[in-house]
T-cell receptor, first 115, second 113 residues
Framework: AQTVTQSQPEMSVQEAETVTLSCTYD???????LFWYKQPPSRQMILVIR??????QNATENRFSVNFQKAAKSFSLKISDSQLGDTAMYFC????????????FGTGTQLKVEL | GAVVSQHPSRVICKSGTSVKIECRSL??????MFWYRQFPKQSLMLMAT?????????EQGVEKDKFLINHASLTLSTLTVTSAHPEDSSFYIC?????????FGAGTRLSVL
């Protein structure tokens, strides 16, 4: 079965600090895309960052970056200079290439950014 | 770009009535749309995959006669909860695919009295 594991149900970080959210996944396929989505209190799902599995270079989007370790099937998200607006539930997910674009989600990590 | 509109954002209805939720891709065409259900503090649960011009594909355990999905155009999919009961109360979210990325609507909170 395809699974995504987020081992940290809740995390907190001080404003302006850096935090890393972990994610591991399990698939026997070789071609896929990985994503981090955030869901703030408004409950709107927002794409944070994506990574193509065939690319070795880690994706970066402003303060957000990933550490993609394909062999270890690990895809962690690093948030630098944390801001109060980063408070949200963060979901790790992937899509198999040729899998009908169906997302497999993790259980989520609730991140709270504190003053 | 890649905006998905979902309407209504909140609906309260009486038990036994039907409720329709619309999902529109505003600035792109989506051959595939998805419908999810989310319980409090949980992840999204895929209910069905909706392809334009064809019947939706439902996930195991989802009653297709209760959750009717129509995808009549490349920019519109609808979910109708038929004969709603209190146990159908939940947060429903749609998404639309642009390539390998899913863009999400803002969700609909359904409360069945």
């Amino acid at each position: 079965a395809q699974t995504v594991t987020q081992s940290q149900p809740e995390m907190s970080v001080q404003e302006a600090e850096t935090v890393t959210l972990s994610c591991t996944y399990d698939t026997s396929e070789n071609n896929y895309y990985l994503f981090w989505y955030k869901q703030p209190p408004s409950r709107q799902m927002i794409l944070v960052i994506r990574q193509e599995a065939y690319k070795q270079q880690n994706a970066t989007e402003n303060r957000f970056s990933v550490n993609f370790q394909k062999a270890a099937k690990s895809f962690s998200l690093k948030i630098s200079d944390s801001q109060l607006g980063d408070t949200a539930m963060y979901f790790c997910a992937y899509i198999l290439t040729g899998g009908g674009n169906k997302l497999t989600f993790g259980t989520g990590t609730q991140l709270k950014v504190e003053l | 770009g890649a905006v998905v509109s979902q309407h209504p954002s909140r609906v309260i209805c009486k038990s036994g009535t039907s409720v329709k939720i619309e999902c529109r891709s505003l600035d792109f065409q989506a051959t595939t749309m998805f419908w999810y259900r989310q319980f409090p503090k949980q992840s999204l649960m895929l209910m069905a995959t909706s392809n334009e011009g064809s019947k939706a594909t439902y996930e195991q355990g989802v009653e297709k006669d209760k959750f009717l999905i129509n995808h009549a155009s490349l920019t519109l999919s609808t979910l109708t909860v038929t004969s709603a009961h209190p146990e159908d109360s939940s947060f429903y979210i749609c998404s639309a695919s642009a390539g390998h990325i899913q863009y999400f609507g803002a969700g609909t909170r359904l409360s069945v009295l």
